[in-house]
């Protein structure tokens, strides 16, 4: 089992930045993904970036060149570093890990942001 906790979300203008990071702990797995998903009351919840334990990220079109996810091997942590914040940003923002047993959500974290 693997357990992740969040942190970082909150309340920002238009234009302003972000920071969230998750902490993966419990049976972690040497080849994985970690990454966010993001969720709206409208939406389904939908990739915003991802990457492998080797580094590789990949990042949803709608935020290429404003965000970037990066990841410390030592702890198993992931960083998205969010830029230039957009109000359709605004979503609750959920940390993923997946290896080939386990497929483990964090509880959420909200980012709003306001026009």
């Known amino acids: 089992q693997v357990r992740l906790v969040e942190s970082g979300g909150g309340v920002v203008q238009a234009g302003g930045s972000l920071r969230l990071s998750c902490s993966a702990t419990?049976?972690?797995?040497?080849?994985?993904?970690m990454g966010w998903y993001r969720q709206t009351p409208e939406l389904q919840r939908e990739l915003v970036a991802k990457?492998?334990?080797?580094?590789?990220?990949d990042y949803a079109d709608s935020v290429k060149g404003r965000f970037s996810i990066s990841r410390h091997r030592v702890g198993n942590t992931v960083y998205l570093q969010m830029n230039n914040l957009k109000p359709d940003d605004t979503a609750v923002y959920f940390c993923?890990?997946?290896?080939?047993?386990?497929?483990?959500w964090g509880q959420g974290t909200q980012v709003t942001v306001s026009s």
């Open positions: 990457i492998t334990s080797r580094g590789d990220p």
């Open positions: 993923n890990y997946v290896d080939r047993l386990a497929n483990s």
């Open positions: 419990g049976n972690i797995f040497g080849i994985n993904v």
